[in-house]
């Protein structure tokens, strides 16, 4: 018959052998536990330290970027990044001037001077001899300027929409602004260098009206440069169009959207 609730408890007790055996095989469990989680802890450190075994520490080699010279960039993984040398803080006629006598000063110069050399100053002949009379080597400002004056013809300003003088008509703006996308040191020595520059460059007339729309043109700027003693300075220089990339799918701006962005994103001396 069940007992009731009211009766007494009894407790058994064990012998001294029997209770320590018992004790001993419960104590045994969480020892097991505590090896099996040593040994996954374990076998994760290895397989972190296999994992990372090969990756380069951080803080080594970062000298590596596009302003190493050719042989050493192309074995850096981060040869696109931007040189660890400061840009330059003096001008001359609103171009960067005072380049590093180094690989990574000479690209700096090439990229400022591709800019200089694809503004709208350009189609002004004012303009274009203060753009050579600034950038360009002593010895090679006059073969540059007869050779640029002949390019930049009064019949090639009106293909722009300019007048002779380089002028956009009333009411509207003339663009032609040119962004370096990356730097390739063709050769270098201390003495002089050359280094071919990618570019993108937008042209055209902007407002109400206009006849030439701003376009993109993707093109390589090849600048051959002289070391004159305080500075990298151009003596000639080549271009070729392309590489271009496969164009976006996106709808182009209206006139006045290109207006507005005009006056709104001022241009910029690409000192890296």
Not at 73 to 94: E, F, I, L, Y
Not at 173 to 199: H, M, Q
Request: glycine share 10%.
């Amino acid at each position: 018959m069940p007992l009731s609730d009211d009766q007494p408890h009894t407790r058994t007790r064990l012998p001294v052998a029997e209770q320590t055996v018992h004790v001993t095989g419960r104590q045994a469990r969480p020892l097991r536990t505590l090896l099996t989680i040593l040994g996954i802890v374990t076998l994760l450190v290895v397989a972190v330290s296999i994992a990372n075994r090969d990756k380069p520490a951080v803080g080594h080699g970062g000298t590596g970027t596009s302003g190493d010279r050719a042989s050493a960039a192309a074995a850096s993984p981060d040869r696109t990044a931007a040189s660890g040398q400061q840009p330059v803080t003096t001008t001359s006629n609103g171009i960067g001037t005072g380049y590093p006598h180094t690989d990574q000063g000479a690209q700096s110069a090439a990229a400022n001077y591709a800019v200089a050399l694809g503004s709208a100053d350009m189609f002004r002949t004012a303009g274009r001899h203060t753009v050579l009379a600034t950038i360009a080597d002593p010895t090679a400002v006059q073969p540059l300027q007869t050779r640029l004056d002949q390019a930049f013809t009064p019949e090639t300003n009106a293909r722009y929409g300019l007048d002779a003088e380089g002028r956009a008509p009333k009411k509207l703006t003339f663009i032609s602004r040119t962004v370096p996308i990356g730097t390739e040191l063709a050769n270098y020595s201390d003495t002089g260098t050359k280094v071919n520059v990618w570019c993108n460059s937008l042209v055209g007339l902007t407002g109400e009206g206009s006849q030439v729309p701003v376009t993109e043109n993707w093109y390589t700027l090849g600048v051959t440069m002289r070391w004159t003693g305080s500075d990298w300075k151009i003596i000639d220089y080549s271009r070729k169009a392309g590489p271009a990339p496969l164009p976006a799918d996106q709808q182009a701006a209206t006139s006045e959207e290109i207006t507005g962005a005009v006056q709104q994103f001022g241009g910029f001396r690409y000192a890296r």
